[in-house]
């Protein structure tokens, strides 16, 4: 066989596009050590773990080979193939850097592996749970044997069967439209089948049932159209890669989602953000409505079929949303409608979130519906500091993600700065430094670069002379790196490059730089 009959299939060779830019992503930060862009490209976009680029690397693999252990612990997590007496298994062992790497593969089995998307599986987990603390709006009714019989009731949220399920959908918007309580009567659809259909609604999870309720729960999955689940209850004895059907249906669970959320509680309106004055709008403003301040709005369109029990008011925009949803995904939103002051919030039909735009609260609710989110480089800014004061942590670390994959500032630098200390964002405060290093002889004569310094001198409670300041210490890490000084080089004393005849010219730029810092410091009378 000549070379180039050979069919060399890779990862990324089956990848396109948007899946193909992310994948690639996913393989520079394993390489990099970048934890945080890993556990981003993995759990909000799905980024496959298992596949190989053309020169058969897995993620996995760069992982150990490069040493971060964190990273190699993080993709077994979820479910990185790294089985023994198989090529990638052996490879990822003989290739890792560390013992500690090495270790960690060898004791690790696959069953072990868990779903690391948690919170958002966890949350539909305690809407079904605890449905009654979960502003629960509609109660199936069933009647066992007779009508004498005590009814069994089971309690759900009609926005979830909605957006999962195209039978619910329907019955909502007609024959069950203004119904609290639904009556079962139908004899052969059993209390325990009905509870385990509307768990997988939820969570997308299969719980075994009895063989004598095997046959009634397939007759309910096919009256209520949900075939993937009779697939799963057909093949409920085949438990290989159990682990791996739950996350595609988690993503599905998040496909549902996002589909409802922009095609019904938005209304279809398309968001877009505005690059030239940074303020987000959407190509119809304001709704169908009236009464925007004392009654309830009348929506039409597909904005009526939301199933809210909440409206927000975003400037002129009011949109349908679930009380449900806000309380179990922020505890901003959870202190609002459950807190001391929930009644009286309770009794104005419109709720109004003020300082945002329409278009950076449908980021927000992009992610609290999908814990998913696709933030444009000119909204990352506000929509870090929002996530901040809606206590969105997850959604704080994708914005500061965005803020830092790019090679230039996307706000001001100094503002940035202050930002990341501020709001405690290590990863964010890294990044600025590092732009500061690269760009000393820029900002050298600025005097915000020198209120920076002196700010960063005073943040240390009862300072003492010989302390360190930790931002003229991050300045000379990175100042190292950019001039590739190895640590055994430098004087511990002064802190610089030895001089002799075998320095180089980084080394010696490297040097001229902390000479200048050091000049600062004199110029603000601090010694660090």
């Not at 690639?24 to 490209?41: F, H, I, M, N």
């Not at 709704?287 to 002129?316: L, S, W, Y």
């Amino acid at each position: 066989m000549k070379f180039s009959e050979i069919n060399l299939k890779s990862g990324s060779d089956r990848l396109e596009g948007e899946d193909d830019k992310n994948f690639q992503d996913l393989l520079k930060a394993c390489r990099s050590g970048d934890l945080e862009r890993v556990e981003s490209l993995v759990r909000n976009f799905a980024t496959p773990i298992n596949r190989t680029d053309f020169w058969q690397c897995s993620p996995l693999f760069l992982a150990c080979l490069c040493g971060h252990y964190d990273i190699v612990k993080f993709l077994l997590e979820n479910g990185a193939r790294c089985e023994r007496n198989t090529f990638e298994g052996e490879r990822c062992i003989y290739g890792a850097l560390t013992l500690k790497i090495r270790q960690l593969l060898s004791s690790y089995k696959y069953t072990k592996a868990v779903d690391e998307i948690l919170p958002y599986r966890k949350f539909f987990s305690q809407l079904l749970e605890r449905p009654f603390e979960t502003f629960s709006d509609v109660t199936f009714k069933f009647f066992v044997s007779t009508d004498l019989a005590k009814p069994v009731e089971i309690p759900a949220h009609r926005f979830v069967l909605y957006a999962r399920s195209s039978f619910f959908a329907s019955n909502f918007q007609t024959i069950w439209r203004s119904y609290k309580i639904i009556e079962i009567r139908e004899i052969q659809i059993h209390p325990i089948c009905y509870r385990e259909m509307l768990r997988y609604l939820y969570t997308g999870e299969v719980v075994s049932i009895s063989d004598d309720l095997m046959n009634n729960m397939i007759q309910l999955c096919n009256y209520v159209r949900l075939d993937n689940l009779v697939k799963r209850y057909e093949d409920v004895k085949n438990v290989k890669n159990v682990q791996e059907r739950n996350k595609m249906e988690l993503q599905q669970i998040q496909q549902d989602f996002t589909n409802f959320l922009k095609n019904v509680l938005l209304g279809g309106k398309q968001y877009f953000y505005d690059y030239s004055d940074k303020k987000g709008y959407s190509i119809q403003s304001g709704i169908n409505g009236v009464g925007c301040n004392n009654t309830e709005p009348k929506f039409i369109g597909p904005q009526q079929f939301a199933q809210h029990d909440v409206c927000i008011r975003v400037e002129d925009e009011i949109l349908p949303c679930h009380k449900a949803v806000f309380t179990g995904r922020s505890e901003y939103f959870n202190a609002m409608f459950n807190g001391p002051f929930a009644k009286s919030i309770m009794k104005q039909p419109i709720v109004t979130v003020s300082d945002l735009s329409p278009g950076i609260f449908a980021l927000i609710l992009e992610f609290i519906y999908t814990d998913k989110c696709d933030i444009p480089d000119s909204a990352a800014y506000e929509i870090l500091i929002k996530a901040d004061m809606f206590l969105l942590d997850k959604l704080k670390s994708l914005a500061s993600i965005v803020l830092t994959s790019s090679s230039e500032p996307l706000e001001d630098i100094y503002v940035l700065m202050r930002t990341a200390i501020d709001l405690n964002i290590e990863r964010l405060e890294r990044w600025c430094s590092r732009w500061f290093a690269e760009h000393l002889s820029e900002v050298l004569e600025d005097q915000r670069f020198l209120d920076l310094i002196d700010e960063s001198a005073h943040s240390i409670q009862k300072r003492q002379e010989t302390d360190t300041i930790p931002f003229v210490d991050d300045l000379r890490y990175w100042l190292s790196k950019k001039n590739s000084v190895l640590e055994e080089d430098i004087d511990k004393k002064s802190g610089k490059v030895r001089e002799d005849e075998d320095i180089t010219a980084w080394e010696t730029e490297y040097n001229s730089s902390l000479e200048k810092i050091d000049q600062i410091l004199l110029k603000l009378n601090l010694d660090a």
